[in-house]
Each structure stands twice: as structure tokens, then as C-alpha cells.
Nanobody, 127 residues
Framework: QVQLVESGGGLVQPGGSLRLSCGAS????????????MAWFRQAPGKERVFVAA???????TSYADSMKGRFTVSRDDAKHTDLHMNSLTPDDTAVYYC?????????????????WGQGTQVTVSS
């Protein structure tokens, strides 16, 4: 079994920054988990879950949704952990942010591309 656990969400003012973290654990999680791409999705109230960013452990390559480029940075310092650094946040970034992992490449942007999911962490951008 694989569990993904996110942390770091909260309330932040517009223009502020936040860092989300996600770690994988479980009986079947070992160094080979690095074969999985790890990604972030978000779901705003009343909207569908959408892709935010993804990162490969094998080659360090990353991909981003167009609206996040330049503001968000995804990092991965080991095979089982990823961070999402978010800057210049606006109220439109308010959402539940989910960590996901799956065997496809960083070009995978659909929910169905990912096998493992976290429970999500709430990010609220408001003054």
C-alpha cells in the first residue's frame, strides 16, 4: 500500500507565498517509488480537479499548467517526497491541493493518469 500525505496548507494573504509538502509512505514504498512521477492537482470550490505541476525523480524534469508557470515551482529532493512552492498567490489560487503519483511521464496531466492520491490540503488566499 502507498499513502500520500500533504501538509503546508493554510490561509495566506494575496501576494503571499506558501510551500506545500507531500510524502509517500507504506509497506510497498521503497527506492523504486522514484520511478513514479509525482504531481500536484488542485480543486477550487465548485470546479473540477485540475493539473498544477509534475516532476520526475529519474531526470528532474518538470511540467506546469500554463497559469502556474513562473509563480509555482515543484521540487523533489528524494524519491518519496515533493514540494510545491507557490508565490504571488491570488484568491483564484484558493483550492484544495492534492498530491498524486503514477508511472507515467511528466506529460501526464489527467487525473486518470495517476494511481496514488493524497487527501488534500486546503489553501485559502484572502485578505
Amino acid at each position: 500500500q502507498v499513502q500520500l500525505v500533504e501538509s503546508g496548507g493554510g490561509l495566506v494573504q494575496p501576494g503571499g507565498s506558501l510551500r506545500l509538502s507531500c510524502g509517500a509512505s507504506g509497506r510497498t514504498v521503497n527506492r523504486s517509488f522514484g520511478k513514479n512521477t509525482m504531481a500536484w492537482f488542485r480543486q477550487a470550490p465548485g470546479k473540477e480537479r485540475v493539473f498544477v505541476a509534475a516532476i520526475s525523480w529519474k531526470n528532474g524534469r518538470t511540467s506546469y499548467a500554463d497559469s502556474m508557470k513562473g509563480r509555482f515551482t515543484v521540487s523533489r529532493d528524494d524519491a518519496k517526497h515533493t514540494d510545491l512552492h507557490m508565490n504571488s498567490l491570488t484568491p483564484d489560487d484558493t483550492a484544495v491541493y492534492y498530491c498524486a503519483a503514477g508511472p507515467l511521464t511528466i506529460n501526464a496531466t489527467l487525473e486518470s493518469d495517476y494511481v496514488y492520491w493524497g487527501q488534500g490540503t486546503q489553501v485559502t488566499v484572502s485578505s
